[in-house]
């Protein structure tokens, strides 16, 4: 049953399906949709057009659903998808879109540490761990199993590859490709993110194809294009960890690759 604390607010619209909890003093929007086994603890705030999947946990004083901070904002219905499992801890904010029709999507299984901020228009994949007082300026995508450190930002229209980290306290200024490691302010490859690829069933050959790919382009003092030409006609291109280097490398991007 849909449990909803005599203190919380539920405006009139709000969509809540069976099992929803909304803890005291929390407030739910008149066009928010909230899916089976969602809890919004106490005091935490789901505004906006927003869509909550099943399962998420929404810990106290966090806003989901707020108005763009763009100053290109002109009004109109501007929306947030949410997916599955996700964990928004205390005082995590997710952000509205900017133009009418437009959403902030984030997907399943992503874990949003305390203070951190999800800016409008986002893109955010599945498995993410964000660390605490980190942010995403607008327009991020972030692909899945993605690691960003405690107090890193993520500048507007960057990309963060999958199973990539930005490390604690660093500045991301140009997109991070697959599988590598991020440091500094502002920030430069440093290394593979080895680890997250052990912990995610990556075979001995696909990590040292990935450190390959990673001395062939950072170390090798090739430029950009001339390092993605080698990697296309190397002995690992089939490999489907280069392959997704080399897509990720090729797809146009408005920041450029770090």
């Not at 999507?105 to 203070?115: E, F, K």
């Not at 194809?209 to 950009?224: D, E, N, P």
């Amino acid at each position: 049953m849909t449990k909803v604390h005599p203190t919380a607010i539920v405006e009139k619209g709000a969509q809540l399906d069976d099992g929803v909890e909304v803890g005291a003093y929390a407030y739910v929007g008149s066009e928010v949709s909230i899916g089976s086994g969602t809890v919004v603890a106490h005091h935490a705030t789901v505004d906006g057009y927003t869509f909550l999947g099943r399962d998420n946990q929404i810990f106290p004083y966090a806003f989901i659903g707020g108005k763009t901070h763009d100053l290109k904002y002109k009004g109109g219905r501007t929306g947030l998808k949410i997916g599955d499992r996700n964990v928004f801890r205390e005082y995590t904010t997710a952000h509205l879109a900017t133009a009418d029709g437009g959403f902030t999507i984030i997907g399943n299984d992503n874990n949003i540490l305390a203070y951190s901020h999800i800016a409008h228009d986002c893109f955010v994949g599945n498995r993410l761990v964000m660390s605490s007082h980190a942010a995403l300026g607008g327009h991020v995508v972030v692909e899945d199993y993605a690691v960003i450190g405690w107090g890193s930002g993520v500048h507007q229209f960057c990309r963060v590859g999958a199973y990539a980290m930005l490390s604690a306290s660093s500045k991301l200024v140009k997109d991070l490709p697959p599988f590598l490691m991020a440091d500094g302010s502002p920030a430069a490859v440093c290394a593979i993110n080895k680890i997250n690829m052990q912990r995610n069933g990556f075979s001995q050959d696909e990590i040292e194809t990935v450190f390959s790919a990673f001395k062939t382009i950072y170390k090798h003092g090739l430029s950009r294009k001339h390092a993605i030409e080698e990697l296309k006609i190397g002995a690992k291109s089939d490999s489907c960890v280069m392959k997704r280097i080399i897509e990720f490398a090729e797809t146009p991007s408005e920041r450029g690759l770090l």
